[in-house]
């Protein structure tokens, strides 16, 4: 396995020849790396490789592709374990879910191995007899990617492994703070014999990188999973080249806890689904709506099992809860709980780095009662330990309260009523919704969001169509007269 300190760049692990980066252990603020960031000259390296690899791998046929691909999942799977202990090193979240993440990434190229094979055409039928109207998916073409910290193995494979299947190149850039895991995903494709300049991936500055990419007439599609803010940026560089853009830009998920569930259970749910990965997820349960018949035995539930969670380093398999991967998060989370508190909201427990802990990016699983709308809490997606706790007396309310927000990624609904969820589930302005059940994402299942969360999807089927074109050829059956 390659030693993951190097970018990949034309089926080559090389060193960058910009300026050097630290990557640290977000536990202990001790360094795991150093990495040499890439130039300009490096990234034109890129695209000139990501063009070279086009040309053969759109014409690779979808049975080759889908075997390579297959083998990359296979690769990963097989190499899961040291590629968690990579990951948990640099983004801080428990081994197990390293591991399980991991897990998650050969997934995707397992979904995108059997993609490759089901792009399908069609034949319409032609007003004309002599005439045949085609219709043919066909590959966008370069695909510049850009990946956040929270998931490093996850987010890079959904966009690799769907780039690959469509039968596009990709150059990726993970997140500075988290390229080891990036790296390794590189090395599987290698291994697996995914041709070379298909797969780059590059890491530095992100104002230069994106720049440079996004401004190539070589580069035709941008993805990116980040932020409003970043997307809104990549959004108006793409827009000079007109080029075809798909932003997931995060969520602040609604959870609506109806008045038939037992809130004990309900309580016990909802706090270990939050505060996996350190509440560092997109898709992360953050707003609490419970029906106010139940609420004081869901929030002492809730607190109850909060409390019992082990803060703690991810390398140590006891921690339920690592660190915050930056500091960064750790500020931004004791802003929003210092504004809750000042306006009213009560803290049931955590609220507070923990004593003790002087290196590294911690902060105690925070819950919030009283959380009311002037709070900053509700309008700002936390990405972070922290669960405000709202009350509703009936479910226009409640509907209401959920869809107050500019992000609409995921939302998730507790009822035992069937007609209930259902209506809950159609009501809620968000792209994915989880009734009782908080792990939604999916390989094979379309992920993404509406409103101020993006468009376009990862996963299902509709994952690889964002990778692609629709090309219309009418043909004349014999020579004109």
């Known amino acids: 396995m390659n030693n993951c300190k190097q970018m990949y760049i034309a ?57 390579v691909i297959r083998t990359v999942a296979e690769l990963v799977r097989a190499r899961a374990d040291d590629m968690a202990a990579v990951l948990t090193s640099e983004q801080g979240k428990p081994t197990a879910q390293s591991k399980a993440e991991v897990l998650s990434a050969a997934d995707q190229f397992d979904w995108c191995a059997d993609e490759a094979r089901r792009i399908y055409g069609r034949v ?44 596009c190149s990709i150059i990726i850039k993970p997140a500075e703070e988290t ?39 070589l580069v035709r599609k941008v993805t990116l999973t980040g932020s409003i803010a970043v997307g809104s940026q990549l959004m108006a560089l793409a827009a000079a080249g007109l080029k075809a853009v798909s932003l997931e830009l995060g969520g602040h998920a609604p959870v609506v806890v109806f008045d038939d569930v037992d809130p004990a259970a309900a309580g016990v749910q909802c706090a270990e689904a939050k505060f996996r990965n350190a509440g560092q997820v997109c898709i992360s349960a953050t707003r609490f709506i419970v029906h106010e018949s139940i609420s004081a035995r869901f929030v002492d539930a809730f607190s109850e099992r909060t409390r019992a969670l082990r803060l703690g380093p991810g390398c140590d398999p006891s921690t339920d809860v690592g660190p915050l991967t930056n500091r960064r998060r750790v500020e931004s989370v004791e802003r929003l709980v210092d504004d809750a508190v000042d306006r009213g909201a009560k803290v049931t427990t955590g609220g507070r780095r923990p004593p003790g802990r002087d290196c590294g990016n911690w902060y105690e699983p925070t819950v919030l009662t009283d959380v009311s709308p002037p709070m900053e809490v509700l309008r700002t997606e936390p990405f972070g330990p922290v669960a405000p706790i709202s009350t509703f007396a009936g479910f226009d309310q409640a509907m209401a309260m959920a869809n107050a927000s500019d992000y609409g990624l995921a939302g998730y609904v507790l009822t035992n009523d069937l007609a209930r969820a259902m209506t809950a589930s159609e009501a809620l302005e968000v792209g994915m919704v989880g009734v009782n059940n908080f792990a939604i994402a999916t390989a094979e299942a379309p992920f993404g969001g509406v409103k101020a969360s993006g468009f376009g999807r990862e996963g299902g089927s509709e994952g690889v169509g964002d990778y692609m074109v629709t090309k219309y050829v009418n043909m004349r059956i014999g020579h004109p007269r």
């Open 11 to 67: 089926g080559r692990f090389v060193d960058g020849s910009g300026d050097t980066m630290t990557v640290s252990d977000p536990a202990t603020d001790e360094p795991v790396a150093t990495v040499s960031s890439a130039s300009k000259e490096d990234l034109d390296a890129a695209l000139e490789a990501a063009a070279a690899g086009l040309s053969v791998w759109r014409t690779t046929d979808p049975w080759t592709r889908s075997a």
């Open 179 to 217: 390229p080891l895991t990036c790296f390794l995903l590189a090395a599987a494709c290698h291994d697996a014999g995914v041709p070379a300049g298909v797969v780059n991936v590059v890491v530095g500055d992100p104002a230069m990188i994106s720049g440079h990419l996004i401004g190539s007439p």
């Open 124 to 167: 319409v039928e032609a007003r004309v007899s002599s005439d045949r109207i085609l219709v043919r998916r066909e590959p966008i073409g370069v695909v510049a990617a850009f990946t956040p910290w929270n998931f490093p193995a996850l987010l890079p494979a959904r966009k690799i492994a769907a780039a690959l299947a469509a039968g």
